[in-house]
T-cell receptor, first 112, second 116 residues
């Protein structure tokens, strides 16, 4: 079965430090890949998406992700963390309209 | 503004009672979804619908029911048969699948259900 694995349920960084959130997927065919962000008691907001146009995808709030087919990965990065980045982040893989699989989520904490 | 609304934001219910969560969208999307979110488990699909008067079970449909009488609305009923209903429920919508175009899902703000 297709699945998404997010390594690390909690990640803590200092303000201004690099943010790296890891996502690996299992798939025999190229999927569509997404990163969503969720603030407490809110819905999910799309950060960025990979649709095969380019392997390096830029999203909102300074985040970007790189699709690496050989590693089946789609890690999310941001060069310099801001306090407002503290949230939960979800990687998702979509194979058809009815089958979007979400990772378990990574909670990002940003220390002052 | 286009978007998805869910009501209420917080809901409390006694054991043995059915409760209905509202989801409305004005994005003109054909597809709508209900997810359940529990800490550390990501999102799990309960039901989805691609067209009015039609819907399919997701991974965890037991104890839930839905209806799709209007394109804009996709209410979810949590029945007394659901063994552990306390959770955060998210509604989403998207355009229909097109193999040449990705279709991201747009999410509502969620409803937190607590069973007392």
């Amino acid at each position: 079965a297709q699945s998404v694995t997010q390594l690390g349920s909690h990640v803590s960084v200092s303000e201004g430090a690099l943010v790296l959130l890891r996502c690996n997927y299992s798939s025999s065919v190229p999927p569509y890949l997404f990163w969503y962000v969720q603030y407490p008691n809110q819905g999910l907001q799309l950060l960025l998406k990979y649709t095969s146009a380019a392997t390096l995808v830029k999203g909102i709030n300074g985040f970007e992700a790189e699709f690496k087919k050989s590693e089946t990965s789609f890690h999310l990065t941001k060069p310099s963390a801001h306090m407002s980045d503290a949230a939960e982040y979800f990687c998702a893989v979509q194979y058809n309209n009815n089958d979007m699989r979400f990772g378990a989520g990574t909670r990002l904490t940003v220390k002052p | 503004d286009g978007g998805i609304t869910q009501s209420p934001k917080y809901l409390f219910r006694k054991e043995g009672q059915n409760v209905t969560l509202s989801c409305e969208q004005n994005l003109n999307h054909d597809a709508m979804y209900w997810y359940r979110q529990d800490p550390g488990q990501g999102l799990r699909l309960i039901y989805y619908s691609q067209i009015v008067n039609d819907f399919q079970k997701g991974d965890i449909a037991e104890g839930y029911s839905v209806s799709r009488e209007k394109k804009e609305s996709f209410p979810l009923t949590v029945t007394s048969a659901q063994k552990n209903p306390t959770a955060f429920y998210l509604c989403a919508s998207s355009a229909l699948w097109d193999y040449q175009v990705y279709n991201e899902q747009f999410f509502g703000p969620g409803t937190r259900l607590t069973v007392l």
